[in-house]
């Protein structure tokens, strides 16, 4: 006589047909219905992700009956689901959200393409983005493109390829072309631009106040007594790089003062550029008496390298910076900055990215979002309260 598999008792157990071919039990006991293996089941191996078929073995039971009372189908006995979830957690079972979302046609999952992860700007605009997909029933996924136009392409497919509901993407430094923005805009797949946008597609981004922002840091060295102001940039073609620049350029000309090709400077923007860029600087001529850098670490790179040079800051030579960070009010002298407020570009791209998801079949046209920035002057360039013109 058979025993049952899950009360363990004889009496009751009675057949009750074939499930593909195999034998079918019925236990009028617990009221389950069970198969059982023709051959004994190897044991399940710990290293391998459990499966809804390995669940199935294990009770002897059909895949489908596992899936249903997982699901929480009324088709099923109370007895075989609590048979079924008491396995699940004994096995440690974790359901594929991939194979869920091919059903339900959403993920629940947003990916994000981001430069470079060690600048302080995108990790902390990263965190925001977590912090407001948790609390809106979404993951994240993150990819890091390591300024790489080609490792971009990469991880722009290879999160497409994942199913993910949307995309936030900022560009890396090399990116010229956007083909691989395109094909996914014609998938129909929600795109958010934030910090470093295109412009030759029609997505909705988020951005902040590069021109503005580079006016106000040199209009206040101006403002301090500077009269040979130098910058430190990116890329000469990158975009930031072109909208800080002008910005620099319109606030010398509102004060009169002539641009000298000679105090422009174009870097990389890796560590210790800041160091090549001061020392560059330095051996000029005229040296600059106010440098704004176009990231807060290569301002405080250029500081170190004046302070062992012994000169005085900010009475010699005053700094400013775009982007502010814990080291900028913690190094001596601390450093004047603009701050553009990653947390808030972080918390609105997100945010503008699940609404266009939730409304991807009733899409209206693509904005620009601004996040108004400050700016923070500090001991890095506070020379007097107010310089006469």
Known sequence: MQRCIKCNTVDGVIKSGFLRGRQRFYCKSCNLNFVLEIEESAPLKKNNQITIVDLARYLGISASTVSRALNGKTDISPCTREAVVKAAVDLDYRPNLLAQSLNRGKTNTIGVVIPNVELPFFATALASMQKVAIETGYRIMVCHSSESEEIEILNTDTLIACRVDGLLISHSKETTTFEHIRRVLAKNIPIVHFDRVCHEVATTKVVHQDFKGSFDLVEHLILQGCRKIAVMLGPEKFYISQIRLAGYKAALQKHGIAVVDEYIYYSEMNKHDGTKAFEYFT???????????????????????????????????????????????????????????????????????????????????????????????????????????
């Open 283 to 389: 051996n000029l001529p005229q040296p600059p008496d106010g440098i704004f850098a176009m990231l807060s670490r290569n301002a405080i790179e250029m500081m170190v390298a004046a302070k062992k040079k012994h000169i005085r800051i900010p009475d010699d030579m005053a700094f400013v910076s775009f982007g502010d960070e814990t080291l900028c009010e913690l190094f001596e002298p601390s450093l004047t900055v603009f701050n553009h407020y990653p947390t808030k570009v972080g918390e609105a791209a997100i945010q503008l990215l699940i609404e266009n998801i939730k409304n991807k079949n009733n899409q209206e046209a693509p904005v620009t979002h601004a996040i108004q920035g400050k700016l923070v002057v500090r001991n890095s360039s506070s020379r007097v309260k107010e310089y006469c013109l």
